[in-house]
């Protein structure tokens, strides 16, 4: 994922992550300290619920989640460029019943920046990714799933798994699609991220630049590049 350092945030009027996204949450006093945990749930222009951490000595963040604490929320939204948001907010309550939840004032204004240098086309591409075993004798590991957007530099890709812990590793991958005229066609790529959300998996892939199937690809799929 190419973060393009040129473009100055931009504005954004609303929170719009939905219920079960994972934010990542930064307290600074009296020490710094990030953490990941999913939203629960908001009240436009009144409060943001997220559940409190789960840790296994309950004063390992005691000093840094009290009332009136400031807070930085980071979150990614995927799109057609793919958006980082961050706003800056306060500590309104930490609830302890009937679960423990951190409520924070809604912010008045959320930052964006954009991920990617060209827009990515939303689709809904059935597809494969494959990796090569290493050991010749073996067989190649596919994984079936989704495009959900995709460019000539790059794709998400996402799946279903039975774990919710399971992602994918960084390396070389083959895309593989269905082409309307030839069949098959492996696009060689490289894997830049991954993340399981309840069993979703989320793929960023960056296509290999030298590669010249997929503008042929984008072109028998009814896509217009002049929008890339």
Known sequence: MTVSTQQAPSVSHGFELQPGKVVDVEINHPVKVRIKVPLIGYEM??????????????????????????VIVRYILEGEHGQCFAFRSTIKHITKYPESFIIVNYPKKIESRQLRLQQRII??????????????????????????????????????????????????????????????????????NSRNEQGKVSVGIKFFDDDEQVGSLLEQLFIDQNML
């Open 45 to 70: 222009g009144k409060y943001i619920i997220l559940k409190h951490p789960v840790s296994s000595r309950p004063s390992d963040y005691q000093d840094v989640l009290v009332d009136g604490n400031v």
């Open 123 to 192: 689709t809904h591409l059935p597809a494969s990714i494959m990796v090569d075993s290493e050991n010749g004798d073996q067989k190649s590991l596919r994984l079936s799933g989704v495009i959900g957007d995709i460019s000539t530099k790059g794709c998400g890709f996402a799946f279903k798994a039975d774990n919710a812990k399971i992602t994918v590793n960084k390396r070389d991958v083959f895309v593989c699609i269905q082409h309307p005229n030839t069949g098959e066609v492996k696009i060689p790529a490289t894997v830049c």
